[in-house]
């Protein structure tokens, strides 16, 4: 059996997909009021900081857009943040405009714990770190904040054509 969060694989209070953060009002779904949400089904390549690239996954989601549709915010940065504490930081302009989801497929199959089941956030032009793991929420944010591997030298943008992986890269 593969390692998986304690965080994630102990008892939750929060069983809940929050928006929060610099919005005018915070949104809450359960996750079967989530999955009733619109879905679109994408298959983008992803590339992970340890160098490897896999082409043509298939995965089925969420859009970030449909998750901020009639959202008012004036923040440039979004956390995501995960079950277990992980938290991870982009741009807001790199999750709108169809280029992030909320995946909870993948493969047509429902997305198994130890790849970030129940969901994770799928941004496949960045370096797969950003693309959280058992993703529980989006907190909007003016200022960018370093999540968790960008707190431990990752760099803060993580470009794959760029090779952005560390620190000064």
Same mark, same amino acid.
């Not at 992030?100 to 993948?106: K, L, M, N, Q």
């Given at each position: 059996?593969?390692?998986?969060?304690?965080?994630?694989?102990?008892?939750?209070?929060?069983? !809940?997909?929050?928006?929060?953060?610099?919005? !005018?009002?915070?949104k809450k779904w359960t996750?079967?009021?989530?999955r009733k949400l619109p879905t679109e089904q994408v298959t983008k390549d992803i590339h992970c900081v340890t160098k490897w690239t896999k082409l043509d996954t298939a995965w089925t989601g969420v859009s970030v857009d449909t998750i901020l549709e009639g959202v008012d915010t004036a923040a440039?940065?979004?956390?995501?943040?995960?079950?277990?504490?992980?938290?991870?930081?982009?741009p807001l302009e790199d999750v709108t405009g169809g280029k992030?989801?909320?995946?909870?497929?993948?493969d047509g199959?429902? +997305?198994?714990?130890?790849?970030?089941?129940?969901?994770?956030l799928l941004v496949p032009h960045l370096y797969f770190w950003k693309s959280a793991k058992w993703v529980?929420?989006?907190? +909007?944010?003016?200022? !960018?904040?370093?999540?968790?591997?960008?707190?431990?030298?990752?760099?803060?943008?993580? !470009?794959?054509?760029?090779e952005q992986r560390y620190w000064g890269d």
């Open positions: 059996m593969s390692f998986i969060s304690r965080g994630f694989r102990g008892k939750h209070r929060d069983t !809940d997909f929050v928006l929060e953060g610099e919005i !005018d009002e915070p996750w079967d009021e989530f440039e940065y979004v956390v995501a943040f995960s079950y277990g504490g992980y938290t991870t930081n982009l992030a989801w909320v995946a909870f497929e993948f199959q429902p +997305l198994h714990p130890e790849h970030g089941g129940p969901a994770r529980r929420g989006l907190r +909007l944010v003016n200022e !960018d904040q370093p999540g968790f591997w960008e707190s431990n030298g990752y760099n803060m943008y993580g !470009d794959p054509w760029r």
